[in-house]
């Protein structure tokens, strides 16, 4: 069974760019997240979907960041523009209604 | 709120040696509790869970057992090997406002010598 897909794995781009990230669940996962990982610390929850709806987004900075869920499967999540600040890895994790967590490879970005 | 505390890194041993990391959380459920490991450049994979008080989750010879009276689930091995060398994150799952949310703690990593 594919786990989670993410691309690109790796992003270095100039501040005040737009980035985007992908991320494919594992098929039949209802319930998509996207976390983002500083550097030495834990994964906080930026946004949460069960299905297409957005259903905990109230850790993401809503003035530049963006995500999209259509058809309630693939995911996209969107910076712009970006700052040096958001630097981090951006991890993508599904799971079934309210099961277990199972996390993609993660995109590392690099604003300079 | 719902918080998780690890104790901080690195831990550092030698092969073969006896491994404990402690994981204390507070919930005002009943929450899951997770140790999930990273991997150097890959994403997070779950290691072991338990469920509800007095379980042990287990996996790849690490135990951890859910001790509600310590609020405490810290993981263990026996003996440790150089591939153990990773960073280790405890976390819980809790259901708040009819939805679950996961919270982790900041990780610990260790490094095991050969």
Not at chain 2, 57 to 63: A, D, L, M, Q, Y
């Amino acid at each position: 069974e594919a786990g989670v897909v993410q691309s690109p794995r790796y992003k270095i781009i100039e501040k005040k760019q737009p980035v985007a990230f992908w991320c494919n669940p594992i098929s039949g996962h209802n319930t998509l997240y996207w976390y983002r990982q500083n550097l030495g610390q834990g994964p906080e929850l930026l946004i949460r979907y069960e299905n297409e709806e957005a259903v905990d987004d109230s850790q993401l900075p809503k003035d530049r960041f963006s995500a999209e869920r259509l058809k309630g499967v693939d995911s996209t999540l969107k910076i712009q523009p970006a700052e040096l600040g958001d630097s981090a890895v951006y991890l993508c994790a599904s799971s079934l209604a309210s099961g277990t967590e199972y996390f993609g490879p993660g995109t590392r970005l690099l604003v300079l | 709120g719902n918080s998780v505390t690890q104790m901080e890194g690195p831990v550092t041993l030698s092969e073969e040696a006896f491994l404990t990391i402690n994981c204390t959380y507070t919930a005002t459920g009943y929450p899951s509790l997770f140790w999930y490991v990273q991997y150097p450049g890959e994403g997070l994979q779950l290691l072991l869970k338990a469920t509800k008080a007095d379980d042990k989750g287990s996996n790849k010879g690490f135990e951890a057992t859910y001790r509600k009276e310590t609020t405490s689930f810290h993981l263990e091995k026996g003996s440790v090997q150089v591939s153990d060398s990773a960073v280790y994150f405890c976390a819980l799952s809790d259901r708040l406002s009819g939805t679950y949310k996961y919270i982790f703690g900041t990780g610990t990593r260790l490094k095991v010598l050969a």
